[in-house]
């Protein structure tokens, strides 16, 4: 029988909301947005490309384009074409799409240097690399008919990022470079191409995929921020005031957070890793720029669907949350599944994770390895690193030896 997850048995919404309504000032619930976080809205240095900010300066050429998705979003995407010190201008050369995951953009693979970031060190060794960047996000502000700041500009969750975005992304790449495309996702990034893949897309077009930090399952998330945050429906509650955008940079936003943080058992001292698990291997110059870019906003509605996987322990469709409006978006009264065990059985895959992540947690990983267990064996390669948490995957000064000279050898294998 079908039932709405929509209830919750704990008082803090309701403390949320006597705050909002109470204390919060009338403008925080009509604004609920910062203009001075914003690249493309604000003056400063945030105004420039990705490349004129981190990639040119660092010797490499950068190119950047715009692509329209399916239902109208014009998304920003950067290709590093050849290496700092390449020789072989012109050559073909085999293309990689890095997509990022969740309130951070393309920006977060070159925030280490040239030697510790992804998205230069796969450069240097031979690839095309083209870095995505998600609707909403710096890089990707527009839509053909809405503004940044209408409520249906943020109505999407990560099943539109599954479906729109990166199928755009990918066919874009695909057609400039006439090859399949290698792909990288991290976090949110696996999330949205084993979607996907589940479905039977992408496979025409996308030659293998490396995921780091994997989110399939998150029913066993052990970051205490995320569990409160799911479990006491926040995004929920937003949505219900008429916000539709989740910006860190805002007031509301950021005033959600405190209260988060002054919950009991939750220490929001190391605001990274009360998010993402205790991160051994992080350059703290790369958290610094990570704080200066980062984060970047993401819809309620996609925090909601997050959240909705957390309490339910299932991969499906966003739960509109009756039976009616399931019906009306599905013809079915429960939202369709995403049953990962239909990816196809020869797609190349390679999943690295890590054993202190408390968002992609070892025991979620493994029930989606449980799902490939009749996948081929010579197509899946798993790696586990026990001391990794998850932002260690992106921004670790030693993931270079630990993890990407790995993923440039699947590449090459396959």
Not at 5 to 12: K, Y
Not at 203 to 220: E, G, N, Q, R, T
Request: aromatic share 10%; charged share 20%; proline share 4%.
């Amino acid at each position: 029988m079908y039932m709405a997850s929509h209830t919750t048995c704990s008082a803090l919404p309701l403390l949320l909301l006597l705050y909002l309504f109470l204390i919060a000032p009338p403008q925080v619930l009509v604004g609920a947005r910062s203009l001075n976080g914003r690249g493309w809205q604000s003056g400063g240095a945030t105004n420039d490309s990705l490349c004129e900010l981190a990639v040119i300066p660092q010797g490499y050429k950068c190119q950047e384009y715009k692509v329209q998705t399916e239902d109208g979003y014009i998304l920003g995407l950067q290709r590093i074409p050849q290496g700092r010190d390449s020789d072989r201008e012109g050559q073909k050369r085999q293309p990689v799409l890095l997509q990022h995951g969740i309130l951070v953009d393309g920006m977060s693979w070159a925030l280490n240097s040239p030697e510790e970031s992804l998205a230069f060190i796969l450069a240097d060794n031979g690839f095309d690399v083209w870095i995505a960047n998600t609707r909403g996000t710096t890089w990707s502000p527009t839509h053909i008919s809405l503004n940044i700041t209408d409520q249906a500009f943020w109505s999407f969750s990560w099943d539109e990022l599954a479906s729109y975005d990166l199928p755009a992304i990918l066919d874009f790449v695909y057609q400039q470079t006439g090859q399949k495309v290698d792909y990288v996702g991290h976090s949110l990034g696996t999330l949205i191409a084993l979607s996907s893949l589940s479905q039977g897309k992408l496979v025409d077009k996308m030659k293998s995929a490396a995921l780091l930090s994997p989110i399939a399952y998150l029913s066993h998330i052990t970051t205490r921020l995320g569990k409160l945050a799911a479990r006491v429906f926040v995004a929920d509650v937003i949505k219900w005031l008429g916000v539709s955008e989740f910006n860190l940079k805002s007031k509301i936003s950021s005033d959600f957070l405190n209260k988060l943080c002054d919950y009991p058992g939750v220490d929001c001292f190391d605001l990274v890793a009360a998010i993402s698990g205790n991160n051994c291997c992080l350059n703290h110059t790369a958290v610094e720029y990570y704080l200066k870019y980062e984060p970047q906003p993401t819809s309620i509605k996609n925090l909601i669907h997050l959240a909705q996987m957390v309490r339910d322990g299932v991969i499906t469709k966003y739960d509109y949350g009756s039976k009616t409006a399931n019906m009306k978006h599905y013809n079915q009264v429960n939202p369709p599944p995403y049953d990962m065990s239909n990816i196809p059985k020869d797609f190349p895959l390679f999943l690295s994770y890590g054993g202190r992540d408390e968002l992609s947690d070892v025991e979620d990983v493994l029930q989606l390895l449980d799902d490939l267990k009749l996948h081929d064996v010579d197509k899946l390669t798993v790696q586990y690193v026990e001391e990794y948490a998850h932002l260690d995957f992106v921004l670790g000064i030693n993931a270079k030896a630990i993890v990407y000279g790995s993923i440039i050898s699947f590449f090459n294998t396959h």
